[in-house]
């Protein structure tokens, strides 16, 4: 398994800071029980931020050809009929997906084009399930155009416990589904608005698995 460039060096620091911590529990704090019980906990937490920046490499084996792949790995809390302004500039269908602590938290481009748009908002950490979440948190935005010509717009979400969102998407790149859009710290969501003709495959619930599951179809 590999990890996110974006932990390397909070895992390096982590590890160092909680090493000093138990080196000095075990030599000043006897009896054993407590520098036992602060080694575990420690293991334990080191052992979740471990986890947390776990990076799968992962290909995209279906359809590609106005398929529209999730951005994430998470759950469906949203499916919906919403306005989008920003980029696609006008009515559009979000559909939404909330990573728990727990969840993989790199971001994949959901289709193959070119990136048009990309703009960063500051904003509140509201806990990512509610609605005004995708406009009140801090967040960014992703325009990309499909080979087609539809557009789709990506938001990426912090949450509550999410303090960083990371983008590597530029204006002008191209979009790959195999490729990392971003990344996202400590739980948050991902907004995808798509066209309102777009057939959705997912339903509220589904777990779904960022660069692998379809979660919608395109008709140009």
Partial sequence: MRIHREGTNILIMLLAVLAAINLLVWLFMPPYVIPVISTAISALAYGFVFNFFRCPH?????PRHGYVASSVDGRVVAVERVEEPEFIGGPAIMLSVFMSPLNVHANWFPVDGRVEY????????LS???PKASTDNERSTIGIVCDDGTKITVRQIAGAMARRIVTYAHKGQSASIDDHLGFIKFGSRVDLYLP???EILVSI???TVGGVTPVAKLHS
């Fill in 58 to 62: 992962r290909v995209y084996k279906g």
């Fill in 118 to 125: 990309i703009r960063h908002h500051r904003g509140r950490f």
């Fill in 128 to 130: 990512a399930y509610l």
């Fill in 196 to 198: 309102l003709d777009a």
């Fill in 205 to 207: 619930g589904d777990t």
